[in-house]
């Protein structure tokens, strides 16, 4: 885990770099964008700020094929990093404790994944954002001395309001909406575990809120699973980015896909 812990702080400075830009040219800077506002003292450096920055980079160096980690997929992989290192070093919290609640995460991670998916094909994108922000909300809970039922509890109530969050992306690429909605999803996860932390707690407790996810990703079309045959990926906008990219659309029985024209 420590390990792991050293290549996500890997992501966050790649992805931190402002030259960065991917193939299709919608991903890169942002995150660079968002961190020079907090240096410069116009936005203020704060858990909230500093983790949209971090997921903003991780989810940008993905996009732009550098190293990450899936966390628990590589479409949500800004969220769970973001929030653990942004908190770990507004409160000077060691690594080996970091490590740790990497641990209670997983675990959380793996208790969806048995009870419903991690997959935006199989469940929209509250199986991948929805699960990282619950991962994320457990693991703050853990780095802030709370209980294993506080972090469980903070794992419900992010994953509960993320529940019907459909995978949309724009020419099939893993870019728009997903980098900008990686670290919107950091806010999700704080404020649950922050609820959590001062005793709220969610009424429908955790792995039913996980089988509640994974009936309503059954009850989604096909065209809000990963195919980007409805949402953000058949805009106006998001065609022209698609067509612009030489890509067109393809469906068939198993849903669909952009492919090169």
Known sequence: MLKTLNVMREAIAAGLDKDLRSHSGMSGGNAYRMKSLIDSGRLEDNVFNRAAA????????????????????????????????????????????????????????????????????????????????????????????????????????????????ACDPVAGLVEVPCVKRNAACTSVAITSANMSLAGIESVIPFDEVAAAMKQIGR?????????????????????????????KQRRDDDGGTFVRD
């Open 219 to 247: 009850s989604m079309p096909v065209e809000l699973r990963e195919t980007a045959l409805g949402g953000c990926a058949v805009t106006d906008t998001g065609m022209r980015i698609a067509r612009s990219l030489g890509l």
């Open 54 to 165: 971090y997921a903003l980079a991780t989810a940008e160096t993905n996009a732009c094929m550098g190293k990450i980690v899936a966390a628990p997929t590589a479409g949500a992989s800004g969220v769970l990093p973001a929030v653990l290192i942004a908190v770990a070093e507004i409160h000077n919290i060691d690594d080996e404790k970091v490590a740790d609640a990497l641990f209670l995460t997983g675990e959380i991670g793996m208790r969806i994944a048995k009870e419903a998916s991690l997959s935006g094909a199989e469940c929209g994108c509250q199986a991948e954002c929805g699960s990282a922000a619950a991962m994320a909300a457990a693991g703050m809970v853990f780095l802030m001395d709370g209980t294993y039922e506080q972090s469980e509890n903070a794992a419900a109530l992010a994953l509960k309001s993320l529940l019907g969050l």
